[in-house]
């Protein structure tokens, strides 16, 4: 199963406040755990919601807000997608992962082709599995 793991803002992330060399060094052996278990797809921070926009939709358009945003629960900083046997594994690898006290993580499961069931064609299957080829090969 793969789980996107969301990392909430907070008001350092948001006011751009990069971490130490002491947290980048702990966050990097944990990434490096975390690939020799052969569980990461993926993993990146994110720039605060100041250089960002949201996209908000109406009658078929799309209206652009640029950041920053207020900071809420719902803001994200960063993300890992990993691969996990169950939610309970995903969960006991992201206790270990190197945040302070009051930082917060989200865990997600990512949905597969399997669960839309019919409403996924033979053709929309076909052309999934075929952007999915195209984007591994860069």
Do not use: C
Not at 41 to 48: D, I, M, R
Not at 87 to 106: Q, T
């Amino acid at each position: 199963m793969r789980f996107m793991v969301i990392v909430k803002a907070n008001k350092d992330s948001e006011a751009g406040v990069m971490p130490s060399t002491e947290q980048l060094a702990a966050m990097g052996k944990f990434n490096e755990e975390l690939v020799q278990a052969g569980m990461m797809e993926a993993g990146e921070g994110l720039h605060p919601t100041s250089k960002g926009a949201r996209i908000k939709y109406q009658g078929g358009q799309g209206s652009a807000s640029r950041g920053p945003f207020p900071l809420s629960g719902d803001l994200v900083a960063g993300f890992w997608l990993i691969n996990a046997k169950s939610l309970d594994e995903a969960i006991d690898w992201m206790k270990r992962a190197p945040f302070g006290d009051g930082d917060e993580v989200e865990i997600r499961q990512v949905f597969s082709t399997e669960d839309f069931g019919e409403a996924l064609t033979p053709e929309l299957r076909e052309q999934e599995e075929r952007l999915r080829a195209q984007t591994a090969k860069k």
